[in-house]
């Protein structure tokens, strides 16, 4: 099992563009969430999906918004990118189970830059 | 809203040293605290958590609610502790994490 996985690990854009970024989890894992890590900070949760769901949201513009497919990966999508949007975007896995936590599963990232 | 606090963004210790990485957060219920650790070219992972009360590697770290509190702690460090560590909180239920800005632990050999 290669863990999680994303893809690309790197992508350069300009302003205005839009862009797809993708991550496959683990194996057996059903939930995917989103981070967007700025240089020197800690990740930021931009939203996580379930079934396919939006099912939480952390404080991120309309401009950013994912998908869940049937097999469980995921995409996070971003939309007329700003400079500011350059960072390292994670994504993590983790089996769904109740109300508790599940350990979540990063993978490497895809780092972004706007240009 | 829940806060995550990490004081310090570099900590150089000697080996053989003891280590106390600073985690402070902020939110009104009985949140489920963590550590996460990410090493030179590795990915983030789960280093532990508070409800299960393990050490892992040498690492403890206790939840202080009081002093909403949850420092990291190991009597003797190593070099191979030398990594980038972040302090994190779940607020309960689904996985809404909220992550601290992290702290670079430096074990000078």
């Known amino acids: 099992d290669a863990g999680v996985t994303q893809s690309p690990t790197h992508l350069i854009k300009t302003r205005g563009q839009q862009v797809t970024l993708r991550c496959s989890p683990k194996?057996?894992?059903?939930?995917v969430s989103w981070y967007q890590q700025a240089l020197g900070q800690g990740p930021q949760f931009i939203f996580q999906y379930y079934e396919e769901e939006e099912r939480q949201r952390g404080n991120f513009p309309d401009r950013f918004s994912g998908h869940q497919f049937p097999n469980y990966s995921s995409e996070l999508n971003v939309n007329a990118l700003l400079l500011g949007d350059s960072a390292l975007y994670l994504c993590?896995?983790?089996?769904?189970?109740?109300?508790?936590?599940?350990?979540?599963?990063f993978g490497p990232g895809t780092r972004l830059t706007v240009l | 809203a829940q806060r995550v606090t990490q004081p310090e963004k570099l900590l150089s210790v000697f080996k053989g040293a003891p280590v106390e990485l600073k985690c402070n957060y902020s939110y009104s219920g009985s949140p489920e605290l963590f550590w996460y650790v990410q090493y030179s070219r590795q990915r983030l992972q789960l280093l532990l958590r508070?409800?299960s009360r393990e050490s892992i590697k040498g690492f403890t770290a206790d939840l202080n609610k009081g002093e909403t509190s949850f420092h990291l702690k190991k009597p003797f460090a190593q070099e191979e502790d030398s990594a980038m560590y972040y302090c994190?909180?779940?607020?309960?239920?689904?996985?809404?994490?909220?992550f601290g800005t992290g702290t670079k632990l430096q074990v000078i050999p």
């Open positions: 993590a896995s983790s089996q769904q189970g109740g109300s508790s936590y599940n350990e979540q599963f």
């Open positions: 994190a909180l779940n607020p309960g239920g689904y996985q809404k994490v909220t």
């Open positions: 508070h409800i």
């Open positions: 194996s057996g894992h059903d939930t």
